[in-house]
């Protein structure tokens, strides 16, 4: 199987906005969110594999495609983005690869709002 780019989205605010304003609200949000970001995904060439809860998962076959929808996404949403490069998988719970888990650490966990970050696979591919 040939690598490809994975982009993983995270609503920015999501937990304050549940707590504050109730999950109605948080369901809109979502909705909202993945609306949009889907619209950038396919203006870039990606197509939507998955959502889970406030995340949006993503490929390309191009890694740079990826990062510029990641850019173009945050910067309209305010979310923050991971993007990685290899073995994706097929978007299985049971199946899902090391890179896809890599990308949405980078996402979730060490972008901030507005910021994409990169796995050192996408880094590689990307000087590549």
């Known amino acids: 199987m040939a690598p490809r780019a994975i982009l993983v989205l995270d609503m ?4 304050n906005l549940t707590a504050e304003q109730g999950p109605e609200a948080a369901a809109t949000a979502i909705s909202v969110f993945r ?14 594999e998955m959502h889970v809860a406030d995340n949006v ?5 191009d890694v740079r495609l990826a990062a510029a929808a ?8 305010g979310s923050s ?3 990685g490069w290899g073995e994706v998988g097929d978007f299985h719970p049971d199946t899902i690869s090391a890179e896809l888990n890599f990308a949405s650490h980078a996402g979730e966990d060490e972008a901030r709002h507005g910021e ?3 796995t050192a696979a996408a880094k590689a591919a990307l000087r590549a």
């Open 70 to 77: 990641g850019l173009a996404i945050t910067q309209d949403r």
């Open 35 to 48: 609306e949009r970001a889907e619209a950038f995904i396919e203006a870039f060439g990606g197509r939507t």
């Open 116 to 118: 994409v970050r990169f």
């Open 57 to 61: 998962f993503a490929t390309f076959d």
């Open 81 to 83: 983005a991971g993007v």
């Open 12 to 15: 920015a605010g999501f937990t």
